[in-house]
T-cell receptor, first 113, second 116 residues
């Protein structure tokens, strides 16, 4: 069975500072990895995905993530955050034979002026 | 393009009443998912349809919950009878499944359900 761990439930950061949101997964097979963002009172929106190929994936809003198979990690990064990045971020994993996602518990990013 | 459409956006009802949540997936998507989000348990997959057929309903909490997908453009999640612990935000998501590919899921804005 697959599982996803987001180590930080909350990450406070000042505007224009860099940020890294951590995600580790466990699975016995090859996986596909996703990061979603949830703004208040809205559904989840896809930020980026890793399906195959280059391990560095670029997404929307200046975010990127790096797939590290040996460390079973898929950390999300942004070099300079904005107030508007304040939201909840979810890491998710899907195994290669289906379309079901397993989500991590989420990380609340709080960007302060 | 229209995204996943859920209705109602908010529902407040008394314990014991029947609740029906509705979802219209993105046109052309053949997979549909119902999730429940709570502070305590996070985001949980309740049930998953592919080509209108339920594939995995292991996340449905109990017999009070049922879901249907009578056609490719409509799904319902029903709770009967409802209980206060069912209070949560319920999300519907859809994606296009092609073979074994994993296309991203697109989420609706959710239904915030409060059972008094």
């Amino acid at each position: 069975a697959q599982s996803v761990t987001q180590l930080d439930s909350q990450v406070p950061v000042f505007e224009e500072a860099p940020v890294e949101l951590r995600c580790n997964y466990s699975s016995s097979v090859s996986v596909y990895l996703f990061w979603y963002v949830q703004y208040p009172n809205q559904g989840l929106q896809l930020l980026l995905k890793y399906l195959s190929g280059s391990t560095l994936v670029k997404g929307i809003n200046g975010f990127e993530a790096e797939f590290n198979k040996s460390q079973t990690s898929f950390h999300l990064r942004k070099p300079s955050v904005h107030i508007s990045d304040t939201a909840e971020y979810f890491c998710a994993v899907s195994e290669n034979a289906g379309n079901m996602l397993t989500f991590g518990g989420g990380t609340r990013l709080m960007v302060k002026p | 393009d229209a995204g996943v459409i859920q209705s109602p956006r908010h529902e407040v009802t008394e314990m014991g009443q029947e609740v029906t949540l509705r979802c219209k997936p993105i046109s052309g998507h053949n997979s549909l998912f119902w999730y429940r989000q709570t502070m305590m348990r996070g985001l949980e997959l309740l049930i998953y349809f592919n080509n209108n057929v339920p594939i995995d309903d292991s996340g449905m909490p109990e017999d009070r919950f049922s879901a249907k997908m009578p056609n490719a453009s409509f799904s319902t999640l029903k709770i009967q009878p409802s209980e206060p612990r069912d209070s949560a935000v319920y999300f519907c998501a859809s994606s296009k499944q092609v073979g074994y590919s994993n296309q991203p899921q697109h989420f609706g804005d959710g239904t915030r359900l409060s059972i008094l």
